[in-house]
């Protein structure tokens, strides 16, 4: 019986403990470096004892940097005007929906191999079905369907008239 690529439990762990630890290590290492960098200015500030002086070294080194940021002036935020045809007794009711949805009639309809319908529109628009039955699908030439956005994603081709629905996707 082999048993060479059988491992304990414990190694196993010990070889996940080993690997966590190395990945700890290297990001201490990456990220901690400039901690450990050697700065002879801020040592020189640390060593020293006496607060008052100590705070009159921190602020002579640091000095520099409060010239630039006060140099760089920083542009003025736009401020963006609420408009007033807002009217706070419709906050929390639904938004009305954006009626996009077309109507056509039919030119042609193919009955593909695959068992999609292939439907062309009197737009020169060719919708696909999604769904692999055309049997069911009563979907003729001359016919007037509306297509328009689905419930969730994709389109829904219906049959005026009829209470049949598609889901479709455009061709061309």
């Known amino acids: 019986m082999n048993n060479y690529n059988k491992k304990t439990v414990a190694e ?16 201490l290492l990456f990220f901690g470096a400039p901690v450990f ?12 004892t006496d607060p008052a002086a100590r705070l009159i070294c921190y602020d002579a080194l640091f000095q520099d940097t409060q010239k630039i940021d006060k140099s760089e002036k920083a542009q ?5 005007k609420k408009s007033d ?28 191999g695959n068992y999609k319908i292939y ?13 692999d039955i055309y049997d069911r699908i009563p979907v003729n030439e001359g016919q007037t369907v509306s297509i328009s956005k689905g419930f969730i994603s994709g389109y829904v081709m219906k049959v005026e008239g009829k209470k049949v629905s598609l889901r479709v996707r455009r061709v061309k």
């Open 85 to 112: 045809n807002t009217n706070k007794n419709d906050y929390g009711l639904e938004k009305p929906k954006d009626d996009l949805s077309i109507t056509a009639k039919i030119i042609n309809v193919n009955k593909s």
């Open 119 to 131: 439907i062309t529109l009197d737009n020169k628009q060719t919708w696909r079905s999604v769904k």
């Open 76 to 80: 003025k935020t736009p401020i963006v």
């Open 37 to 48: 960098s050697h700065n002879p200015d801020i040592q020189n500030c640390v060593s020293i």
């Open 12 to 27: 196993k762990k010990h070889a996940l403990v080993e690997s966590k630890s190395f990945i700890l290590f290297v990001g």
